[in-house]
Structure formats: structure tokens, C-alpha cells
């Protein structure tokens, strides 16, 4: 008499239980995300200031109160220049604040500071 085993069924959990472990590091990862991905779908907390700085003007983004972006230079140019005045500060401002919303990356480029008419 022969006996044997199921070996699929072994093949498919050894499989299942080495894809699906979970260590340390992915685990944080993955609750990163999470958070982050809940703090992205309240909008209402996002927040823009504009800011004094010694030579002009920057903004910071502020999410519940605490600052998730402090731009005190112009962004996106080779020079550390503050912007020359409080609302050119505040259209570069409002336009990482858009693209936060969209969930789309905040970096601003060379194209955006010519679309929005700032001096650089």
C-alpha cells in the first residue's frame, strides 16, 4: 500500500506564508503610508502663512498647526533669494498647497516660476 501526500497544498502555504510575512521594517512602511494617506485626505488642515524673513519674503504650509513646509528661498533657482514681496510668496505657496491636494509631488520648477510671473 502507497500512501501519499498532498504536496500542493503544502507548495501553496509554504508559498503563501514566505510571500505574505510581514518583518519590522515593511510593517512601519506600511503604517507610514497609512498615516500619511489619511493626513493627505483631510485637506482641511492644510494651511498657508506667508513669513517675514531677514531679506524678503517665504511661506510655510501648515498641516493641524505644525509646519510641514518652511520655504524661505526662492525654490527651483541657483541663488538663495527670499521673494521680493509677501504675494509672490504667497502664489508659489498657494500653488504647493494645490498640488498637495492633488496628492501630485509640491516641487516647483523653472516653468511655474515663469507662469506665475515671479522675479527671480
Request: net charge positive; aromatic share 8%; hydrophobic share 40%.
Amino acid at each position: 500500500m502507497t500512501m501519499t501526500t498532498n504536496t500542493t497544498t503544502k507548495f501553496f502555504w509554504t508559498n503563501l506564508q514566505k510571500n505574505f510575512s510581514f518583518n519590522k521594517t515593511k510593517f512601519l512602511v506600511l503604517i507610514s503610508c497609512l498615516l500619511l494617506l489619511v493626513a493627505c485626505n483631510n485637506k482641511q488642515g492644510l494651511n498657508l502663512e506667508s513669513i517675514k524673513t531677514p531679506n524678503g519674503w517665504g511661506y510655510t504650509i501648515k498641516y493641524n498647526d505644525k509646519i510641514i513646509i518652511k520655504q524661505s528661498i526662492i525654490p527651483a533657482i541657483p541663488s538663495q533669494k527670499s521673494f521680493e514681496s509677501e504675494e509672490d510668496a504667497l502664489k508659489v505657496g498657494n500653488l504647493v498647497l494645490q498640488k498637495l491636494k492633488a496628492k501630485t509631488s509640491p516641487t516647483i520648477t523653472k516653468k511655474d516660476l515663469i507662469l506665475l510671473s515671479i522675479k527671480s
